[in-house]
């Protein structure tokens, strides 16, 4: 009898092991399948999030453009307008010549004269003597004619004290 209930737990032990093992790989297998689906749903989301940003950054820079190409063309409105009226008000001949020159061609003209004068920045100092020592030169600011500096003739030293 001894052996008999003995042989029954063996079997309760085993059958027990074995059921359990194959719990935990079905469960591992339909997580896995799980988390799949819901990691490329995730992935689908943000590439739909992504493109409907795309789509907003250029429908935004569409209308920038749009809306910077009205405020030029109200502006060259509002110029043509005050010149028109300032040629039938006014007499005075500099505000006359000032407002039939459009705007675009002042800049224009400033932008090329301010490149025209510009020099390039330079490395070095320029020498104002021709024949004067250059400032890489090893006698540039060195003053021989000045006697050497003697610390005990200075007012705040006192021989011997600290």
């Given at each position: 009898?001894?052996?008999?209930?003995?042989?029954?737990?063996?079997?309760?032990?085993?059958?027990?092991?074995?059921?359990?093992?194959?719990?935990?790989?079905?469960?591992?297998?339909?997580?896995?399948?799980?988390?799949?689906e819901a990691?490329?749903?995730?992935?689908?989301?943000?590439?739909?999030?992504?493109?409907?940003?795309?789509?907003?950054?250029?429908?935004?820079?569409?209308?920038?453009?749009?809306?910077?190409?009205?405020?030029?063309?109200?502006?060259?409105?509002?110029?043509?307008?005050?010149?028109?009226?300032?040629?039938?008000?006014?007499?005075?001949?500099?505000?006359?010549?000032?407002?039939?020159?459009?705007?675009?061609?002042?800049?224009?003209?400033?932008?090329?004269?301010?490149?025209?004068?510009?020099?390039?920045?330079?490395?070095?100092?320029p020498k104002q003597?021709?024949?004067?020592?250059?400032?890489?030169?090893?006698?540039?600011?060195?003053?021989?004619?000045?006697?050497?500096?003697?610390?005990?003739?200075?007012?705040?030293?006192?021989?011997?004290?600290?």
């Open positions: 009898m001894d052996s008999a209930v003995q042989s029954i737990w063996l079997v309760g032990a085993v059958t027990l092991i074995i059921g359990i093992v194959l719990g935990l790989l079905i469960a591992r297998s339909s997580s896995n399948a799980r988390s799949k990691l490329i749903e995730e992935l689908n989301d943000a590439r739909r999030e992504f493109e409907n940003y795309k789509i907003d950054v250029s429908s935004h820079f569409s209308k920038t453009a749009d809306l910077v190409n009205n405020l030029t063309s109200s502006y060259r409105d509002v110029h043509q307008h005050l010149s028109s009226s300032a040629s039938q008000l006014c007499s005075d001949e500099t505000l006359l010549i000032s407002l039939e020159r459009p705007a675009e061609a002042e800049t224009a003209d400033t932008d090329i004269a301010a490149v025209e004068t510009t020099e390039p920045p330079r490395d070095y100092a003597d021709p024949k004067a020592e250059g400032t890489l030169s090893e006698q540039f600011g060195l003053q021989r004619d000045d006697p050497l500096h003697d610390p005990s003739l200075t007012v705040d030293h006192t021989p011997g004290s600290r």
